[in-house]
């Protein structure tokens, strides 16, 4: 009975459980004191046997065969291939299956000989895994190589910021070069596949996934979307014309609508209009597709009422259809058969038939394609074409990025150098949301005890973050180990956690937290989330910090020792109250191996912050899902409404009365979507356009004058933000149009230029069709989604060309190009 086969509730489900929340490899090899997890007990159907007979086990003997797997295209090669294979070889590849511990167990052995398995995942060791490998190449049939995928989500040995921190950059160049840092990382230890990046917009801080998506805007998020898919996969031009990769194949998911989950509680439905799922959701996995991203994950949810593993429409229509998309389509673990759970299939045999259906190429970790295939295509309720259109797919990518290299990828880089784009990537991460009488930078000369306060100021694994398999919490620098390498020797350090732990509820430890504020000339205090409160299955229906933490912080203000909050955290957090007892908060998000350095040196003016949000900052949970492109109401709340509750009054101001908002808080949030503060200041001039009304195919440029009016020299983050004033649909307040981070030096200007084409005005339809209708466009350039849109333009004529279609299938991009002056 294959072990692979069959999740046992011993090891297996330890490291399920380890997998699931993040540990390191370390911790999953030591697994005999990992907290034990039964996958069965969540889902009864992953515990099934195979019985006597294994369906893909072959009834006679197949002839040998020899296939140059290097001669020809990768086309012609794998359609050799193909037409070499039996019909169980090909539902072999179809079956990706995990296999831990540190040697190659005998069942996955036989299982690899005979064509039985198209890719094994979570392997224990390198050594495994290079066995698997060898056995998968050398001793079957076929020869085909193996697909050996990981979850290479932020960072592998060298631990980058949290997605939605990378995001906080907005570099997608530095985001890129940090991808292909892990990608070399794992590939050096065997990994040939990654499922990252995770594309899904979110706009729920409540769903704990929020951390490894990129935010919720589709233009950024298309933009992250191509640079890490590039990162990952490091595209190489042939001389012929052809492409080659010298990464790993990169995995776009969720695939799709999984962060609108209801209530922002994970696995939860998602509801939503096909206008808003064309032009909001789906851009991001448009790019994937467009940076020719190799594989693509269903989501866990049922998307309008379907499970998206089952969903013919977006996987087979859309995604393969419309989109062209070559690559392999994979379902995250066990979905296949959680579409019996959903109600969606009455058991094993119709989740099967419905994923194949659908579209789905392999199935993970669950076992309903071995058990089920063979019998669907012989009865006929599978045509065995679309057996061999999921095979082709899976041969395709596996030549392209598991065919045996001889290179060392690591070779040209050192240690020093991955941190070192580690430290960078930390601090553009890191936004400053308050910097109230220029507590920052500190004043270094005039300090002579600095106190570093809170249970994550010397957290190793909790700065790290959510889903990270690889890094050590030892190769991490903690902000405290930083402060006192940072500060040297004649400015004394002082530390107190205060709390054992971000979820610790005691208040025993404040006494010399408070001994240690009390006697400094400052207190950097460093709270909010460890590792496990966010990631999959971390949803939280209280935003607030959570333990004693909103305590410690009011503890030490009371002090009246100057405080600096530095936040660590995976999502976006209601810290309002603790922001008003602050002087400074930086949100530093889960910042990774280099986070402690990165913060020192934002701190004591090294560098300036320039990290812009990528998610709205609610000001209590009740104001969620929050975004700052939200259609608008027939009755909006009016910028100066307040919460009727704690004011006093016995009701609204007449004009505010009868409008969209709450009476308990306001109803603009804390801190808005592209907000962030700096050492200096920035001056925007008027935008200039070149025109003021423009035809289907023509283009408007937008020029603004940038200046850095202060003192130190820094990066700012230039977003441009258009409003369709009146369309056949309600569309989004304003949207994002553009953006440029640019450094300037104290005094000195740019002029940025920004170019907007009719395709960037076009919008899908609730039939899922382009339309370009006209009207008048509203527009602005500011630092952050609140920027006047004080300009104006026209667009005359609804034509709608082949260009603005491709373009909108393409998906959102980035349309800014560089300065054309300064001085």
């Known amino acids: 009975m294959p072990i692979h086969a069959i999740p046992p509730s011993a090891a297996l489900c330890r490291v399920c459980f380890a ?335 419905l994923a194949v259906s659908a579209g789905l190429d392999m199935e993970m970790a669950s076992t309903t394609f071995r058990e089920n295939l063979v019998d669907l295509v012989e009865s006929g309720e599978i045509e065995e074409s679309q057996i061999d259109d999921a095979v082709l797919r899976i041969i395709r990518v596996k030549l392209q990025f598991a065919m045996p290299r001889d290179d060392d990828p690591l070779a040209d880089q050192t240690i020093e150098s991955r941190r070192e784009v580690a430290k960078r990537l930390a601090q553009q991460s890191c936004v400053l949301l308050k910097n109230d009488g220029v507590a920052l930078p500190l004043k270094t000369d005039k300090l002579k005890r600095v106190a570093v306060i809170g249970p994550l100021a010397d957290a190793a694994r909790d700065q790290l973050g959510c889903w990270m398999l690889d890094g050590k919490p030892e190769d991490a620098v903690t902000l405290l180990s930083a402060m006192k390498e940072t500060l040297g020797d004649g400015i004394e350090v002082v530390h107190a956690a205060g709390s054992e732990s971000s979820i610790d509820d005691s208040t025993k430890g404040f006494d010399g937290a408070l001994d240690a504020a009390e006697g400094a000339d400052v207190a950097i205090v460093c709270v909010g989330e460890g590792w496990m409160l966010s990631g999959e299955a971390r949803s939280r229906a209280d935003l607030h910090l959570p333990g004693s933490q909103r305590a410690l912080v009011q503890a030490i203000a009371e002090t009246g020792t100057p405080v600096v909050l530095v936040v660590m955290a995976g999502r976006p957090l209601t810290i309002g109250a603790e922001a008003e007892l602050a002087d400074a908060v930086l949100y530093a998000w889960h910042p990774g191996t280099m986070g402690g350095p990165a913060i020192a040196e934002l701190l004591v003016g090294d560098e300036s912050p320039s990290g812009k949000l990528p998610a709205t900052f609610p000001k209590q949970v009740g104001q969620c899902p929050l975004y700052y492109n939200h259609p608008n109401t027939g009755r909006p709340a009016l910028p100066e409404t307040k919460a009727l509750i704690g004011s006093g009054r016995a009701d609204f101001p007449e004009d505010q009365k009868y409008r969209s908002h709450y009476i308990d808080v306001d109803p603009f949030p804390l801190y808005p979507f592209g907000f962030g503060l700096s050492y200096t200041s920035f001056r925007y001039d008027s935008p200039e356009l070149t025109t003021d009304s423009i035809k289907p195919g023509q283009t408007i440029g937008v020029r603004v004058r940038l200046t850095n009016t202060g003192d130190v020299a820094a990066d700012e983050v230039a977003q441009l933000y258009v409003q369709d004033v009146a369309a056949s649909l309600v569309r989004p307040v304003r949207e994002l149009k553009g953006f440029r981070r640019v450094r300037l030096e104290p005094g000195e200007s740019q002029v940025l230029e920004f170019a907007l084409s009719t395709d960037d005005l076009a919008y899908y339809d609730n039939r899922g069709e382009v339309v370009l209708e006209p009207g008048e466009f509203r527009l602005g350039v500011g630092g952050d989604s609140t920027v006047s849109l004080s300009e104006t333009f026209t667009l005359r004529g609804s034509e709608v060309t082949d260009e603005a279609k491709r373009s909108r299938l393409r998906g959102a991009k980035a349309n800014v190009v560089a300065p054309v002056a300064s001085n």
Not at 117 to 134: H, M, N, V
Not at 146 to 163: A, S
Not at 186 to 214: C, H, K
């Open 19 to 353: 997998l699931a929340l993040g540990v390191t490899s370390a911790l999953v090899a030591n697994a005999e004191d990992a907290t034990t997890f039964n996958p069965a007990v969540i889902n009864p159907e992953v515990e099934r046997t195979l019985g006597a007979e294994d369906p893909l086990a072959e009834p006679v003997g197949l002839p040998a065969v020899e296939i140059d797997l290097t001669d020809g295209t990768i086309d012609e090669i794998a359609q050799r291939v193909l037409d070499a294979m039996s019909l169980r070889e090909k539902i072999g590849q179809m079956c990706q299956v995990s296999s831990f511990g540190t040697d190659l167990p005998k069942e996955v052995a036989d299982d690899l000989r005979g064509g039985r398995i198209g890719s094994l995942f979570y392997t224990g060791t390198p050594e495994q895994t290079r066995e698997a490998k060898r056995v998968a190449m050398e001793e079957s049939r076929l020869g085909l190589p193996l697909l050996t995928p990981r979850d290479v989500i932020h960072g592998f040995e060298t631990v980058f910021p949290i997605p939605l921190g990378q995001a906080a950059s907005w570099n997608p160049e530095l985001i890129e070069a940090a991808s292909a840092i892990a990608a070399d990382e794992a590939r050096a230890q065997g990994v040939n596949w990654t499922f990252a990046p995770m594309l899904d917009i979110s706009r729920d801080a409540r769903w704990g996934r929020i951390a490894e998506s990129v935010g919720e805007d589709p233009l950024l998020a298309s933009a992250i979307s191509k640079a890490m898919v590039r990162g990952f996969q490091q595209p190489v031009e042939n001389a012929d014309g052809t492409v080659a990769y010298e990464g790993i194949a990169a995995c776009a998911k969720h695939f799709a609508a999984y962060g609108l989950t209801e209530g922002g509680r994970d696995y939860n439905r998602a509801e939503v209009s096909i206008s808003e799922l064309h032009n909001a959701i789906l851009p991001p996995f448009r790019a994937a597709t467009e940076a020719a991203c190799a594989t693509f994950m269903t989501g866990f949810s049922a998307v309008n009422g379907v499970p998206v593993t089952g969903h013919r429409e977006l996987i087979t229509d859309l995604l393969k259809g419309r989109w062209d998309f070559e690559g392999l389509v994979v379902s995250d673990w066990t979905s296949v058969i959680e579409m019996i759970e959903h109600g969606y299939a009455a058991d094993r045999r119709e989740a099967a038939r």
